[in-house]
């Protein structure tokens, strides 16, 4: 059986290199691996051929792991990269798991090849013994026939083939690049990033995110020349190939002039880069589930901030993070990031710079994965601005939630946090402010993550000028509205809401407020304008004090100065209603009675949030004496009409409306809206008068206070 083996009787020098990769091209199999594995310990022969047999090994993986290692510790590195480098890009990432793995079969009928087997004929013609001692080292060739004692088989594979060849590519590089001896290894270096992110962009959208992952690390790590220990692997990466620990070959090309310090230097720099853009594509591919977005920054900082508003019994997001095994990885997963970056000296006070800079140009096509010209020099190697960001959140969050040693630039509001805003939400390659929100929601939680930071650290600043200001809150209040998810609908409504209050001028507070209610197109945005105004009016015009013992006295001597400037506000005199209340109360007529019932019910519901915000600051402010004296209601309730054009037509509305949705209206010029939930069915139908009645009860409520007002001496 040994004399008939292939690879053993077609051993140069009996054929030439390229003959012989031709006899392997069409005998290897998986059982002849082993002996493969024997005969690559030949340096000069795997010098010569190890290059070109990568393709041939990489579809019989994971049995073919050895093979490889032979050829990436003992093939010429200059060629192996470049080989490698090339099979990354091939990577289907689509094929499904049983086509690949059907592929190694087709090599298993090589006799009905005519050339092939002419050559096997003239070689068994040839002495036997000479065949047997071709192999180096003296082994007899039962022994590299691929006995299952000899050499161990790998176990089964439990990743699909496509993730086996990448991480096993990924290793082979970390084996062959600190083999490469030359006055330019960036050169080499260089061309082999770019393969690997434009890869790994494609790797890490497949569900195996955590083991390619992984291995990328792994690899930046060994180029880095980190002492620092390799963390075990995930139980389900225990079939990724590690790098060998085996003797490697020298390289026959190398060149005795060492790199400069300007090539070492770019070295560095790339692996930073590749981090950074790692990092980006490692976030952006998280899936989202039971609203927890990307690493849930946002409400993890919020929850450590302001732990009394958790609800009790409802599991946090910081125990999710604990107790799933998958979002604790994630944590795992960008904590060797950190770590990594930290021995690769990625200071953030240049990441700081990087994600701070507008011009996107600087994410060029060679800091993407796309091929372009080696680097000449650190300045052309730019991190990931994305990334930058993304490294630098994690470090607060480190510091934020774990407790960890980290130093930090100053980082507030203003003028930082603005920048960040402007620079990647609502921008104008996305479509300008009008788009906000529409970006990755592992964006918006980080960004909004590092919004909540400077809040809870009182790191507020200065805006440089009222347009940044406001173009700050512009842009967070459109978030608040047309974010993906409630969660960070939430967060962005409480940052605006409190970097809103916290501007010294009243009439800024005002202006903002106003241009919301009356230019604003997205309705709950005019909710969470008039919840501004509630807090600045309550805030403006506390309660009077009723001090029922000395230490109530002495504590509101202390807070005076405080009254005296809540007095002096635009928001405890009557001008901010009298401002706001076109856009408060609007004439209702046009909209709810004079148009066919079916396009005003379609109004009244989209309208319903803000007619319920209205009404619930209606009474609050006419339920009040000490409002209602102070903001001067008798002047404004008849000024504005409020009760004319504003509660009178939605009562009459809500009242039009029931009776149609409880069948009450029977004549035909309306019989043809009668139905107006028919595209909601029955429980549009429940919820139609459910959302009624509460809105007329509100108005009950207003009327009560109204007629409180009314009843009123003049002041």
């Not at 022994?143 to 096993?168: D, H, K, M, R, Y």
């Not at 200001?469 to 608040?480: A, G, H, P, R």
Request: glycine residues 4%; negative net charge.
């Amino acid at each position: 059986m040994s004399i008939d083996n292939p690879l053993l009787t077609a051993l140069p020098p009996k054929t030439d290199y390229p003959t012989y990769l031709i006899l392997l091209e069409y005998n290897l199999t998986p059982a002849l691996l082993p002996t493969l594995h024997h005969v690559l310990q030949d340096s000069t022969l795997t010098t010569n051929i190890g290059w070109d047999l990568i393709h041939l090994l990489l579809p019989l993986l994971p049995a073919s792991e050895l093979c490889l290692n032979d050829v990436a510790r003992l093939g010429n590195p200059r060629e192996v990269v470049l080989k490698v480098t090339e099979s990354l890009r091939q990577i289907d990432f689509g094929v499904k798991e049983q086509d690949v793995e059907s592929e190694p079969e087709t090599s298993e009928e090589p006799k009905e090849n005519e050339l092939l087997g002419s050559m096997q004929r003239k070689l068994q013609a040839d002495d036997a013994e000479s065949r047997e001692t071709q192999v180096t080292g003296g082994a007899t060739s039962s022994t590299l026939a691929g006995s299952s004692n000899t050499v161990a088989e790998p176990e089964e594979a439990t990743l699909p083939l496509p993730i086996l060849q990448f991480t096993s590519l990924i290793s082979l590089l970390s084996i062959v690049h600190p083999r490469i001896k030359t006055k330019y290894p960036s050169r080499f270096l260089s061309m082999t990033l770019q393969a690997v992110l434009a890869t790994y962009n494609e790797a890490v959208r497949t569900s195996h995110t955590e083991d390619v992952t992984s291995a990328v690390l792994r690899f930046i790590k060994t180029l880095s020349g980190s002492k620092r220990p390799h963390l075990p692997p995930r139980q389900s990466s225990s079939q990724v190939p590690k790098a060998s620990k085996d003797t490697t070959a020298p390289d026959p090309e190398a060149q005795t002039e060492p790199p400069s310090s300007n090539e070492t230097a770019i070295q560095s720099r790339l692996l930073q880069s590749l981090l950074t853009h790692i990092l980006e594509d490692y976030i952006l591919s998280l899936s989202s589930n039971d609203d927890i977005l990307g690493l849930a920054w946002a409400s993890r900082f919020n929850e450590k901030a302001n732990p009394e508003r958790i609800v009790p019994g409802r599991i946090t997001y910081g125990e999710q993070f604990a107790k799933k095994e998958a979002l604790r990885s994630r944590d795992t997963t960008v904590g060797q990031m950190i770590a990594l970056a930290r021995d690769l000296g990625i200071k953030s006070e240049d990441l700081l710079l990087t994600f701070q800079n507008l011009d996107t140009t600087i994410d060029t096509a060679a800091s993407i994965g796309e091929e372009s010209d080696p680097p000449t020099s650190v300045e052309d190697i730019p991190l990931s601005r994305a990334g930058a960001l993304y490294l630098f959140a994690a470090r607060i969050a480190a510091a934020q939630l774990f407790e960890s040693s980290v130093s930090f630039p100053m980082f507030d509001t203003f003028p930082h946090h603005a920048i960040i805003l402007k620079g990647f939400i609502g921008t104008d390659v996305a479509g300008g402010i009008g788009s906000a929100g529409t970006e990755s929601p592992a964006l918006i939680d980080t960004i909004l993550a590092l919004g909540l930071y400077t809040l809870h650290n009182t790191a507020i600043g200065s805006p440089e000028d009222d347009d940044q200001f406001t173009q700050y809150l512009q842009t967070l209040s459109i978030l608040s509205a047309n974010a993906p998810s409630p969660t960070l609908r939430y967060h962005a409504h409480v940052l605006t809401s409190q970097i809103l209050h916290s501007h010294p001028s009243d009439l800024i507070r005002l202006s903002f407020i106003r241009d919301t209610l009356e230019h604003c197109p997205y309705e709950p945005l005019k909710e969470s304008a008039i919840s501004w105004l509630k807090t600045e009016i309550l805030a403006s015009n506390p309660s009077p004090p009723q001090p029922t013992s000395p230490q109530s006295l002495a504590a509101n001597s202390i807070d005076n100065e405080t009254e005296i400037d809540n007095e002096r506000s635009i928001f405890a005199t009557p001008i901010a209603l009298d401002t706001l209340a076109p856009f408060l109360f609007p004439s209702l007529t046009p909209s709810l009675l004079q148009q066919p019932l079916t396009s005003a019910y379609q109004t009244f519901k989209l309208n319903l949030g803000f007619y319920l915000a209205v009404t619930n600051l209606s009474y609050l402010l006419f339920a009040n004496a000490n409002l209602r004296q102070k903001l001067d209601l008798q002047t404004l309730l008849p000024d504005h009409n409020i009760v004319g054009s504003f509660i009178e037509p939605l009562s009459e509305a809500i009242r039009r409306f029931r009776k149609v949705l409880n069948g009450e209206i029977k004549n035909e010029t309306e019989n043809t809206t009668g139905l107006l939930v028919l595209e909601d069915g029955e429980e549009g139908k429940r919820r139609g008068i459910a959302d009624l009645s509460i809105l007329d009860e509100r108005i009950g409520l207003v009327r009560d206070g109204i007629d409180i007002l009314l009843n009123e001496p003049i002041s």
